[in-house]
């Protein structure tokens, strides 16, 4: 075993063992800095196959603002946790069998021919002025055009689902209607008394 063999199968082993942790965890501080520590392993991965935009991507995007932001989120909302368990023995019928199909797709995928050993080209040596952000933007935006531009209409469907899910009026707010204030006349807003002139005895 050479010492990239070594280094890949440390990192896979924490990725495996903190995703474990993720998910067991009962204080949810924790299991977001256990996530961290896997987007961190994860990175790792990414740089053994030479993909080092798509490492530090995942560094940037999700340790250095996702998970910063959900870690906001959870140390400053009062988070009750007997309240989140309650429902959890009554769907765990459903999770068990949706992840039992999940694992049967997995195993249908790593099984087929596709991923045999006579599939897999050897490592070829690329040239110093090799960039791989370069080819992977020629691949997104020639051969996988259609997938990006619509991964990017469903994450733009999200996003104002969200908003408009989580958007509520309050009752008890007092705030200005621009277009009504606008839409007012003089008369709604003057109206003029005629007093008689105070005659002095």
Do not use: C
Not at 50 to 69: D, P, R, S, T
Not at 109 to 138: C, H, P, W
Not at 139 to 155: C, G, H, M, N, Q
């Amino acid at each position: 075993m050479n010492l990239q063999d070594f280094v890949f199968y440390s990192l896979a082993g924490m990725t495996v063992i903190a995703s474990l942790g993720v998910i067991t965890l009962r204080n949810p501080v924790h299991s977001a800095l256990l996530l961290v520590f896997t987007f961190v392993t994860s990175s790792g991965l990414w740089l053994l196959l030479e993909a080092e935009f798509l490492a530090i991507a995942l560094v940037l995007v999700y340790v250095g603002a996702v998970m910063v932001l959900f870690l906001f989120v959870v140390m400053m909302l009062d988070i009750n946790l007997d309240q989140l368990r309650e429902g959890f023995w009554k769907w765990f019928p459903f999770g068990a069998v949706l992840a039992l199909v999940m694992a049967g797709e997995l195993a249908m995928v790593l099984m087929s021919k596709q991923f045999g050993s006579e599939n897999i080209s050897a490592v070829v040596a690329k040239s110093a002025d090799y960039s791989n952000t370069k080819e992977l933007g020629r691949l997104i935006y020639t051969d996988y055009v259609y997938a990006f531009e619509l991964s990017a209409v469903i994450l733009l469907v999200a996003m104002v689902a969200a908003i408009a899910i989580t958007l509520r009026y309050r009752t008890d707010k007092k705030s200005s209607n621009a277009s009504n204030q606008i839409a007012v006349s003089r008369e709604k807003r003057l109206r003029v008394i005629s007093m008689p002139a105070e005659k002095k005895d």
